[in-house]
């Protein structure tokens, strides 16, 4: 069996190859991945190569196929693989295996990783109980899972204790005060929409420097949609602002229950817990490359006013099945990820441009032929090409969110690679 996949050969040299996957083993599962959302923690796995903790040290002579966020279909079975699995079943994988190697799918193997055409399921995803079944309609939504379910175990890991009886209760506070530092980005707006479709918060502030990224997140998490849900959503730019910490403690009435820091930038941890309420919790969700990063804290106000502290990445496959049910009800709306659509050849290039990131997902059809596309900008594009008219169309009527229709008419019209 052929494939057509992005692979990581070494330190910023990715490419789009075609070869041949090996001979399906008995205990292995072919599959045709139709979707995948590129990461920033691809970017962050391209730009140190083998100095990558995920990244083997032999990418030069055997490179590894990249995302992991990826949707597909079963089209062939080892067979001695559990008769549970069915050719055509759509699944998805939760890559973060948890092995002692630090090796994962979509860093680490050569034959497994969601920016191909076909790959090969290895026996240990299996094992782990790491290949999870789909049962919603399309596969973007299910492409945003993985992304999903790391915000989910944010909110999970956080807790606060009531000391009028001294019991103690995970998760973010129910009808509390949430601040997103750094949060327009696509993980941000995947907390927004768990904040009030999941976890029940009344207030969400969401900072960042850039307005323009924040106008784009609006449109997305509308400040109106966040009130029918019941709580109060506002987006503050905090580039001009002389004393951002006061503003947020105005906006608060005198702090915030739960603290989420989406950006590495020290600062934004400090501020994160002056403006953090007594029993606050806050989540250091950012991911830094630099092993070094050194932040600061008031020590007697973590000891003293009982402030929680603590870092979550990546989930488990417990959480990636309860945000498929999030998904299967529409307690949550994936799409409101989704800033890009793009092709298999515009991979690298879009890959490329990460560190200076822009719009929120970006998502890749996997065996499409098509350039990388702001979904606000089909109309423009309409205007060469009726492909993309029609899709500017049926996009409206949704709101100006991705939708399965939309996905639909393109898998069936757009051109293939």
């Known amino acids: 069996m052929k494939t057509t996949a992005v692979r990581l050969h070494g330190e910023m040299d990715l490419r789009v190859d075609e070869f041949e996957l090996p001979a399906l083993g008995e205990k292995e599962i072919l599959v045709n991945f139709i979707t995948d959302s590129l990461c920033a923690s691809t970017y962050k796995a391209v730009k140190l190569g083998t100095n990558h903790k995920r990244v083997p040290p032999d990418i030069a002579e055997n490179p590894v196929m990249m995302g992991h966020e990826m949707c597909g279909v079963i089209v062939e079975i080892g067979s001695a693989v559990d008769p549970k699995w069915k050719i055509g079943q759509k699944i998805i994988i939760q890559t973060a295996l948890k092995l002692e190697s630090g090796y994962d799918p979509g860093y680490s193997y ?32 299910a492409s945003m899972v993985e992304p999903l379910a790391c915000c989910y175990r944010g909110f999970l890991g956080c807790y606060h204790t009531d000391y009028t009886t001294y ?113 606050g919790c806050i989540n250091f969700f950012a991911g830094p490359s630099q092993h070094d990063l050194q932040g600061s804290l008031n020590i007697y106000r973590i000891h003293y006013d009982g402030i929680h502290v603590l870092g979550t990445g990546s989930s488990i496959p417990q959480d990636m099945r309860d945000v498929l049910k999030l998904i299967e009800t529409n307690t949550i709306r994936p799409a409101a990820l989704i800033s890009h659509i793009l092709g298999m050849n515009a991979y690298v290039d879009t890959m490329m441009t990460m560190s200076t990131p822009t719009g929120a997902k970006k998502l890749c059809y996997t065996g499409l032929d098509i350039p990388l596309i702001a979904i606000d900008e089909l109309d423009e594009w309409g205007n060469k090409d009726t492909l993309y008219a029609e899709l500017a169309g049926i996009v409206k009527k949704n709101g100006g969110l991705w939708c399965v229709e939309a996905e639909e008419y393109l898998l069936a019209n757009a051109p293939k690679i």
């Open 167 to 279: 019991t103690r209760t995970d998760g973010t506070k129910k009808g509390g005060k949430l601040a997103i530092l750094g949060g327009s980005g696509p993980m941000g707006l995947g907390c927004i929409e768990l904040a009030y479709g999941f976890a029940g918060m009344a207030q969400v502030v969401v900072t960042d420097l850039n307005q323009v990224r924040l106008n784009e997140a609006a449109l997305k998490c509308s400040p109106e949609y966040a009130l029918e849900r019941g709580c109060e959503l506002t987006y503050l730019c905090t580039a001009e602002l002389e004393d951002p910490v006061a503003k947020l403690l105005e906006l608060s009435d005198g702090g915030f229950d739960d603290v989420f820091v989406m950006a590495p930038v020290p600062a934004l941890f400090t501020m994160a817990e002056q403006i953090c309420r007594e029993d």
């Open 110 to 141: 050569p034959y497994i990783g969601g920016a191909s055409t076909y790959a090969i399921v290895p026996e240990i995803v299996l094992e782990r109980n790491c290949l999870i079944p789909y049962n919603g309609e399309g596969y973007f939504k």
